[in-house]
């Protein structure tokens, strides 16, 4: 069974940086990506950020294009998101996700994914 824990969120500045940490245990080898969800208050779970686990393709929410990056260490099973120039419409729980087994094209829903850790909360504020 695929456990995740979230960690990093906190309290930030507009225009500051912060790093989110996921630390998977129980991966399947068949895991291909995994990814970065965020949801708002009465909102969705909105995609953020995707990253394969071999070739470590990277895919980006509108967004948060050019300010985020996703990372992986596979040594560590740890996934990473470094959010620079935060906002405060960036203010949500964040949530990181194993994508599902068999799933041919880039998954950007949260459909796409069936193991999810319980959130972090990053609160921007002006």
Avoid at 24 to 48: C, N
Wanted: charged share 15%.
């Amino acid at each position: 069974q695929v456990q995740l824990e979230e960690s990093g969120g906190g309290l930030v500045q507009t225009g500051g940086s912060l790093r989110l940490s996921c630390v998977a245990s129980g991966l399947a080898f068949s895991t291909t990506a995994m990814g970065w969800f965020r949801q708002r208050p009465g909102k969705e779970r909105e995609f953020v950020a995707r990253i394969t686990r071999i070739a470590t393709y990277t895919h980006y929410g509108e967004s948060v294009k050019g300010r985020f990056i996703i990372s992986i260490d596979n040594a560590k099973n740890t996934l990473y998101l470094q959010m620079n120039d935060l906002r405060p419409n960036d203010t949500a729980v964040y949530f990181c996700a194993v994508q599902r087994p068999g799933i041919g094209a880039v998954a950007t829903t949260a459909e796409m994914y069936d193991s999810w850790g319980q959130g972090t909360q990053v609160t921007v504020y002006s």
